[in-house]
Nanobody
Framework: QVQLMGSGGGLVQPGGSLRLSCAAS????????MGWYRQAPGKQRELVAT???????NYADSVKGRFTISRDNAKSTVYLEMNSLKPEDSAVYYC???????????WGQGTQVTVSS
């Protein structure tokens, strides 16, 4: 089994920055892609960004140019640098890990990001 431990998040003013981290443990050999989804109140969970073990990144259009995802394979950890944050970025951010076949191995516990003045 894969376990994910997320950290970061919090309250920030519009235009500010935050950094999320997510560390994987357990059966990490099966992990091919890691990343984040987010869910705002009353909305469906949506993709934010993912990155593969080879460094190929994928972003939602809404965060392109503002968010950067990176990965430290030696630490089995993925990072999400969020800049120029907007109120509409407010949500619970969930880390995930998945296999090369697209099967989700684990979800993190979720971390709240609130962008407000």
């Amino acid at each position: 089994q894969v376990q994910l431990m997320g950290s970061g998040g919090g309250l920030v003013q519009p235009g500010g920055s935050l950094r999320l981290s997510c560390a994987a443990s357990g059966s990490i050999g099966s992990i091919y892609v890691m990343g984040w989804y987010r869910q705002a109140p009353g909305k469906q969970r949506e993709l934010v960004a993912t990155i593969t073990t080879t460094g190929s990144a994928n972003y939602a259009d809404s965060v392109k140019g503002r968010f950067t995802i990176s990965r430290d394979n030696a630490k089995s950890t993925v990072y999400l640098e969020m800049n120029s944050l907007k109120p509409e970025d407010s949500a619970v951010y969930y880390c995930l890990a998945a296999t090369s076949g697209g099967v989700v191995s684990a979800w993190g516990q979720g971390t709240q990001v609130t962008v407000s003045s």
